[in-house]
């Protein structure tokens, strides 16, 4: 019989006195050929492996360096499935805290409960960037609003400049609340900050607002001047990003085909074809879109694999780099000529009429919702300086001035 460590017990027999003897095993020779044979690194690859040898301080040195520089979320992944000790330093709370922004860039097909787990070990550790991300997503994907807006809150505190506007979206529009909820000066103040740290949508949104009384003391002047402000930023940014283009990113397009239905306040002040100053954004026809956002694109791609409809009755920012949903019915502000466009924010509006809206935009005596309702308030200078009834109507043609 044998025990477990695979010895037998002792052997019982009976000598001719009738006498039981045991007999005794020599365990200290046989012991040898039981014991696991213990293989080195270089019996197995015929080399010695170094690796081992490393101190863990300079691995993770050299894994907080790759991490912020990964260009993918696989290649920091690929690092994590790659041993058992690079998996457990991969976590450490050092390096998950300098991990990049496009780190951060899950697709929306791709989310599981793994990718969650993961950015939220990155938001304990410290990364705003990953706080801001998990933010916007808890928000408004998984409607998770109290956890989505202090995780903003948290990038905000530390001096993170799109946590800050998408915070002043939110008070803006009183998202995840009624709109009784809209704080009008904590928005204006918001975007204050952001555009004091360079976020340039956060500056255009800062000059809408001044030009248009709204949460603030109008000043036309200082308003037109930050708006000046924003363009120029966003063209120097354009200049910074491409070295050698393909294509001429910056030329004269007077519109030879001016808008079909030019507005008034367009006519007198010369844009839109004509004489006068040109726009800004005539000499910027060829500038390309801003990258959004991961946290933006994937909002996007997490509504589009859900038809575009967000809830009953909700609707999605119609500037394509946002993908920001209503919280509740008529939250945002709609094209006051078309009625067929909404928009979260001035700034959102600004860059999808440069874009695309002012080609397309073509005015209606009255549109009517969904539901029947009819909205035609066109009027951008309601109560509160600029908030107009149903929620807010925007006029798309007034932008063509303000954006110069």
Known sequence: MRTRRGLCYPRVVEDKNMRVVKRRRDFAAEQVSYR?????????????????????????????????????????????????????????????????????????????????????????????????????????????????????????????????????????????????????????ALCARAAFLGHIDALRELGHCLQDGYGVRQNITEGRRFLVQANARELAAV???SANPTRPLFTWNPLPLPHPHPHPRTMNSGGGGGGGCPLLSDFGCNVPAPEAHPANRFMSEWFEARAGIPGPGLRLCS??????????????????????????????????????????????????????????NGNGNGDNGGDGGGEDGVNGNDDVMLDS
């Not at 109290?146 to 506007?165: D, E, F, P, R, V």
């Open 239 to 241: 200049f910074s990003t």
């Open 36 to 188: 696991k044979r213990s293989r080195n690194s270089s019996d197995i690859a015929g080399k010695r492996d170094l690796f081992d040898s490393l101190p863990d301080d300079l691995v993770i040195s050299i894994l907080c360096k790759l991490s912020s520089s990964a260009t993918c979320p696989s290649d920091f992944a690929n690092v994590l499935l790659t041993c058992r000790r690079l998996n457990g330093l991969g976590l450490n709370s050092l390096v998950l805290s300098k991990t990049s922004q496009k780190t951060f860039a899950i697709r929306a097909k791709n989310w599981s409960e793994f990718a969650h787990r993961f950015l939220k070990l990155c938001a304990d550790a410290g990364n705003v960037e990953a706080c801001y991300t998990l933010g916007m997503i808890r928000f408004y994907c998984l409607h998770n609003r109290g956890s989505g807006a202090s995780l903003m809150a948290k990038a905000a505190i530390s001096s993170h400049a799109q946590a800050l506007y998408s915070l002043a979206v939110i008070q803006f529009n009183g998202s995840g609340g009624t709109k009784n909820d809209k704080d009008l000066r904590a928005g204006v």
């Open 319 to 376: 500037h394509v780099g946002c993908g920001r949903p209503e919280t509740r019915r008529h939250e945002f502000r709609r094209c006051s000529v078309c009625g067929t466009v909404n928009y979260c924010s001035r700034a959102c509006q600004a860059l999808d009429w440069k874009m695309k809206h002012k080609a397309e935009c073509t005015p209606t005596e009255r549109w009517v919702d969904e539901d029947g309702d009819g909205e035609g």
